[in-house]
C-alpha cells in the first residue's frame, strides 16, 4: 500500500523557517521522484520542489529559490523541504507527490500518488 504522509507544517512568523517531512511507506524512496506542491487560498496548485530519484537532482520555482531546499534520506524512507525566510505569501497547505518518473517534474498531473497535506501559515 503506498502512501505518504506529510508533518512538519503550522504557524510561524514572517521571516521564520519549518522544515517539512514527507514519510513515504508501500515502495522504495529511492526508485520515485518526489516533488513538494502547494495550494495558497484562492490560487491553483503550484509546484514548489522536486528532487529526482535517480541522482538527486533538484528542481526550485521561482518563488522560492535561495529559500527551500528539499533533501531526502532513503534510509528513513523520507523527503524534507527545509523552509527558511518564509513569507505570509508562502502561506498554504502543503503537499509531498510520487511518480516513478527518474527525472524532474514539475506538473502535479505527473504524479501517481499523493499525501494529504500540511497546512503552513505565515503570520505575525
Known amino acids: 500500500q503506498v502512501q505518504l504522509v506529510e508533518s512538519g507544517g503550522g504557524l510561524v512568523q514572517p521571516g521564520g523557517s519549518l522544515r517539512l517531512s514527507c514519510e513515504v511507506s508501500?515502495?522504495?524512496?529511492?526508485?520515485?521522484?518526489i516533488g513538494w506542491f502547494r495550494q495558497a487560498p484562492g490560487k491553483e496548485r503550484e509546484g514548489v520542489s522536486c528532487?529526482?530519484?535517480?541522482?538527486?537532482?533538484?528542481y526550485y520555482s521561482d518563488s522560492v529559490k535561495d529559500r527551500f531546499t528539499i533533501s531526502k534520506d532513503n534510509a528513513k524512507n523520507t523527503v524534507y523541504l527545509q523552509m527558511n525566510s518564509l513569507k505570509p505569501e508562502d502561506t498554504a497547505i502543503y503537499y509531498c507527490?510520487?511518480?516513478?518518473?527518474?527525472?524532474?517534474?514539475?506538473?502535479?498531473?505527473?504524479?501517481?500518488?499523493w499525501g494529504q497535506g500540511t497546512q503552513v501559515v505565515v503570520s505575525s
Open positions: 507527490a510520487a511518480t516513478v518518473a527518474t527525472s524532474i517534474r514539475a506538473r502535479e498531473d505527473e504524479y501517481d500518488y
Open positions: 508501500g515502495f522504495t524512496l529511492g526508485y520515485y521522484t
Open positions: 528532487i529526482s530519484s535517480t541522482d538527486g537532482n533538484t
